[in-house]
């Protein structure tokens, strides 16, 4: 019997059983109950195998690590089960949108363990070693490990404005850009590492500063020096070649490239004149960015630091501004608070992110971008316009009209809610579920297809009998014009160009089974068999009889 070996080898046998196996053994008696239930080997080794093992929690002395395997095995359950209720839930959505007020959201933020459970396993989805496996779990795991980041940002981010903590919000705001663009830097720790040691490097020109300042410097004199340490010594200057990079607008960014715009340049100085001692109020200029001190004989005084920190007077502030007929306003001059200069970041962010190639990734990250807006100003109705109008998600839609207080929810509700009724007719189009596939329908979903006319290869996700498009839509793509017109079998494929598009049956062929690497290819199929791609359990929801083939 297993139990009279050496207790060594009794755990090195059962250390290589499977955590379904060993359970039941623990009721065979309490022989093996005690051993498998006491055993720091077995559960550290499950603890491995499930990348569990080497949490920060782990440093706190607790020795009993079927504790700690049940709970943070639980925990990866749990998550598994929000993931697949993503896939349903989002089957016929055009953009996955996860609401960030959901408790699933804020309690795996505020828990440290929990917190770094949500971040490994996600991770671990997403850069699964089989590309051709998981799709649907890898899928919406990008999505969830993006809202995740999000907010735990928020959560940063909320505590920087509250201290008034302008350099670490403009790190927050640049970490939320990474995220929505999936860096690696932001991704793929529970530490996000910048391009550049941020804190070092502003460390480095405060030191060098400090050997430059003489021990009785008028405000003139620091300022002097902060000018040839940051524009001289280290290099930084104006980003005139390309101005409208939204990269500009990140702060990490702009001192790895060494250049920038007026508001990140400021937001450097800013933090450098900080650490030096001197508080240099931020003045939100039009189409620019200035601060201002007070000089030796009691006169205000403004810095341009896009402009390598020239001072300038009030009357030359105005002469900065390119709009004609500029009148000598107060409100031009007044100091600003962090929040503002970091909504205006995002503001800037999204009207520079216009230039992102892909429509669906412009869509993706003006959305998310809209989200930070709604925290950091909500009384912006422009961007609350904006956010509502691009949110297809009729709960996230409310939440942006909650949060945008200067919304008058009564004068804009109707037109939005009767947006959201048209594109939720449309929908109901895609949802009616199909029992069988007539006869006439030749090609099966999952298949692999090439376009006769277009030649790019594609797979097949959905299909009607016949054309579902309106008129006008079918008169734009010439529909007249095929043999069989609108009266024919019409297929829903993601093509290999990263396109969703609408195929007539007669422009389509068999080819050989190829991978379509579609960002969307998760949303309906669960692997690729190297020769047709498997619906996952959402679609069949809606193909019926996918689940009886």
């Not at 896939?87 to 440290?112: C, F, G, Y």
């Not at 917190?115 to 799709?135: A, D, G, K, Q």
């Not at 930084?236 to 508001?263: A, C, M, S, T, W």
């Amino acid at each position: 019997m297993i139990l009279d070996l050496p207790l060594e080898l009794t755990e090195q046998v059962l250390l290589r059983l499977p955590v379904s196996d060993l359970v039941p053994l623990t009721s065979l008696s309490s022989s093996f109950y005690e051993l498998i239930h006491n055993s720091h080997l077995i559960w550290t080794h499950h603890l491995r195998e499930y990348g569990l093992l080497g949490l920060s929690s782990d440093e706190d002395g607790n020795t009993n690590t079927l504790e700690k395997f049940r709970a943070r095995f639980l925990n990866v359950r749990e998550l598994d089960a929000h993931l697949s209720h993503l896939s349903h839930d989002h089957l016929h959505k055009p953009v996955v949108e996860i609401d960030l007020e959901q408790d699933v959201i804020r309690s795996r933020i505020t828990n440290p363990d929990t917190h770094e459970i949500t971040f490994r396993h996600l991770n671990s989805l997403v850069h699964s070693p089989n590309e051709f496996t998981n799709l649907t779990a890898r899928f919406y795991a990008q999505s969830l490990l993006i809202t995740h980041i999000q907010a735990g940002i928020l959560r940063d981010l909320e505590r920087c404005i509250a201290e008034n903590d302008l350099f670490q919000g403009s790190l927050m705001v640049s970490r939320w850009v990474g995220a929505c663009l999936f860096e690696p830097s932001v991704v793929h720790s529970t530490t996000p590492t910048e391009c550049i040691p941020v804190r070092e490097t502003i460390r480095d020109i405060v030191e060098q500063c400090r050997v430059l300042i003489p021990s009785s410097a008028s405000i003139e004199d620091v300022i002097g020096v902060i000018n040839r340490v940051l524009y001289l010594d280290f290099g930084l200057q104006k980003n005139v070649d390309n101005y409208y990079d939204f990269e500009n607008n990140r702060i990490d960014k702009v001192l790895y490239q060494k250049k920038g715009i007026p508001i990140t340049i400021c937001i450097l100085y800013h933090e450098i004149a900080s650490q030096l001692g001197l508080r240099l109020p931020l003045i939100n200029f039009p189409r620019h960015f200035l601060l201002s001190f007070q000089d030796s004989s009691n006169v205000t005084m403004y810095i341009d630091c896009f402009n390598k920190g020239n001072l300038l007077t009030r009357a030359q502030c105005l002469q900065l501004c390119p709009v004609s007929g500029i009148a000598d306003k107060d409100k031009y001059f007044q100091p600003t608070s962090a929040v503002n200069v970091l909504a205006r970041l995002v503001r800037n962010a999204v009207t520079f992110g216009q230039i992102v190639p892909s429509v669906q990734d412009r869509q993706f990250f003006a959305l998310n971008l809209f989200k930070l807006m709604s925290y950091l100003a909500p009384n912006d109705h422009d961007s609350a316009g904006m956010a509502i109008n691009l949110s297809l998600d009729l709960q996230i839609k409310c939440n942006f009209l909650r949060r945008f207080a200067s919304i008058n929810v009564l004068d804009t509700w109707e037109k939005y809610c009767r947006t959201i009724a048209e594109a939720e007719e449309m929908s109901k189009q895609h949802l009616k579920v199909k029992l069988s596939k007539p006869d006439h329908i030749l090609y099966s979903i999952g298949s692999v297809m090439l376009h006769k006319r277009f030649n790019y290869t594609c797979v097949i996700y959905g299909w009607d009998e016949k054309c579902e498009m309106s008129a006008a839509w079918q008169q734009q793509m010439g529909i007249s014009r095929l043999e069989h017109q609108g009266n024919q079998p019409y297929y829903k494929v993601l093509a290999d160009d990263d396109s969703e598009r609408y195929v007539a049956q007669e422009n389509l062929l068999w080819t050989r089974g190829v991978f379509i690497p579609h960002r969307h290819v998760g949303k309906y199929f669960s692997l690729f068999d190297g020769e047709r791609f498997v619906p996952n359990s959402a679609l069949k929801t809606v193909y019926k009889y996918l689940d009886t083939g």
